[in-house]
């Protein structure tokens, strides 16, 4: 950030008094530009046993497999913006069946937040934002190219909590990736 979204000042990383953490403030009118962390939010969309997925035809991740994901809109709750991106990046509809993780990834400032959900009737085809979409079966989906650490956590908690047909919500963290 270089200048305050207020007056348009330049602004400078500072201490403000009773703060504890740098932040970006208007050296002309004072104000304090907080940065806070985007929210992530999803779905597991199950149809008759299977899950959806998107192939990523955007970055980060271009081409790799990952659940219908994005930021949330301001007005929306998380269950709308995780229904919203299953319509927008996979021309489906769910039913959204309850909270069921939610992962810190402090690395990159984001909350993580997936909802376990249903399709309303077997209809998907790739959004704006897929290069295709596809039904797997637990030993079908292709886990080598899958897009994100959390996606992957998510799943295979998923097929194992699936077993149990118990559903506990979690809480985890995401620790970035060593190349």
């Known amino acids: 950030m270089n200048f305050c979204n207020q007056c348009a000042h330049p602004v400078s990383i500072q201490i403000p008094d009773g703060d504890t953490k740098e932040r970006y403030v208007c050296d002309a009118c004072g104000v304090i530009h907080y940065q806070n962390p985007k929210i992530v939010a999803g779905c597991i969309p199950e149809w008759e046993g299977q899950i959806l997925l998107c192939r990523r035809g955007i970055e980060p991740r271009h ?39 939610v992962f810190n990834i402090p690395h990159v400032n984001q909350v993580y937040m997936i909802f376990r959900a249903s399709l309303k009737e077997k209809k998907f085809a790739s959004g704006i934002e897929s290069l295709e979409t596809e039904l797997f079966s637990e030993n079908d989906i292709p886990w080598s190219e899958m897009a994100f650490p959390v996606v992957v956590q998510s799943l295979k908690r998923f097929f194992n909590d699936r077993v149990r047909q118990e559903f506990p919500a979690f809480i985890d963290t995401v620790a970035p990736i060593k190349r």
Do not use: D
């Open 63 to 101: 081409g790799l497999w990952t659940i219908p994901a994005g930021f949330m809109e301001n007005g929306e709750t998380i269950e709308q913006a995780a229904a919203r991106e299953t319509l927008e990046e996979a021309c489906a509809e769910v039913e959204i069946n309850g909270l069921y993780g």
